[in-house]
């Protein structure tokens, strides 16, 4: 299993252009979340998911979108992008059930807005 | 608003030492309780998890739940320079409810120098 994967590694974007983060987990967990992480900060959950079809918001969701079509893929997509946005963000997963909260995360991806 | 604390750090101990670290939680309905490792420019790995108040063990880990406190701690011992890192603690709902999310403190940082 390569567990959650996220693509791409590094990015930079210019104020204003668009791009959509990449989150495939083969896991079969049923949810899914995007976090970021600011330096010095803890991690800000951004969405979630529970299920294929079924998103909600975070703590931090404004400038954000999600969808949830599969399982595996939760992609988080920038709209508008802001230098507010420039963060490290990390996908992560987990199985409801007996070990529910048991979150893994992706490798991440780290993202600069100029 | 639920909230998790962490000792604010950095912590520093020498090779060998008993590193302790420690967390607190705001919202009395939380079960599930993990702490995860993050190296630096890495992402969060999970390293133990409890549920139940007392003490569990995981070769130079144990965690302890005081959940009448609201306390979570892990303490390392034989503590080795490749611990250095940054400790995540993190609370969520009850194991099996299908909430899904948790709630992150800020992390302490741990240096062991050899």
């Known amino acids: 299993n390569a567990g959650v994967t996220q693509t791409p590694k590094f990015r930079i974007l210019k104020i204003g252009q668009s791009m959509t983060l990449q989150c495939t987990q083969d896991?079969?967990?049923?949810?899914m979340y995007w976090y970021r992480q600011d330096p010095g900060m803890g991690l800000k959950l951004i969405y979630y998911?529970?299920?294929?079809?079924?998103?909600d918001k975070g703590e931090v969701p404004n400038g954000y979108n999600v969808s949830r079509s599969t399982t595996e893929d939760f992609p988080l997509r920038l709209e508008l992008a802001a230098p507010s946005q420039t963060s490290v963000y990390f996908c992560?997963?987990?199985?409801?059930?007996?070990?529910?909260?048991?979150?893994?995360f992706g490798p991440g991806t780290r993202l600069t807005v100029t | 608003q639920k909230e998790v604390e962490q000792n604010s750090g950095p912590l520093s101990v020498p090779e060998g030492a008993i590193a302790s670290l420690n967390c607190t939680y705001s919202d009395r309905v939380s079960q599930s309780f993990f702490w995860y490792r993050q190296y630096s420019g890495k992402s969060p790995e999970l390293i133990m998890s409890?549920?139940?108040?007392g003490d569990k063990e995981d070769g130079r880990f144990t965690a302890q739940l005081n959940k009448a406190s609201q306390y979570v701690s892990l303490l390392i011992r034989d503590s080795q320079p490749s611990d250095s890192a940054t400790y995540l603690c993190?609370?969520?709902?009850?194991?099996?409810?299908?909430?899904?999310?948790?709630?992150f403190g800020r992390g302490t940082q741990l240096t062991v120098w050899p």
């Open positions: 409890i549920y139940s108040n």
């Open positions: 998911s529970v299920g294929a079809g079924i998103t």
């Open positions: 993190a609370a969520g709902g009850a194991r099996g409810s299908t909430l899904g999310r948790l709630y």
């Open positions: 896991m079969n967990h049923n949810y």
């Open positions: 992560a997963s987990s199985l409801s059930g007996t070990d529910s909260y048991e979150q893994y």
